[in-house]
């Protein structure tokens, strides 16, 4: 399932690349736990989970049931990761 999930993310980040906070949290988590061997690591996780939570930082909801969440748990991670 593993290819399948990230062409999904890939599709979501093609769809809105600069505005899609929580697409970017789930692609830095991908990228954090693929190894290095595979384009992957600590370093190029951390550089997606800060896109993400700029991206928080200005991301407006289109409506009141849009989603509008993620922001927290960006801030979690990135308090982890940093250690």
């Known amino acids: 399932m593993g290819p399948k999930a990230g062409a999904l993310l890939q599709q979501a980040l093609t769809q ?9 949290t789930q692609f830095a ?3 954090y736990y693929t190894p290095t061997a595979f384009g992957g690591g600590k370093e190029p996780g ?5 896109k993400a939570i700029a ?4 991301f407006k909801p289109a409506g009141e049931l849009d989603p509008n969440w993620g922001k ?3 801030a979690q991670l990135l308090t982890q990761w940093s250690k």
């Open 29 to 31: 988590q991908t990228k």
């Open 55 to 58: 991206s928080y930082e200005t």
């Open 46 to 50: 951390l550089e997606y989970l800060r």
């Open 16 to 24: 809105q690349p600069a505005n899609n906070p929580r697409a970017l």
């Open 72 to 74: 927290e748990y960006a």
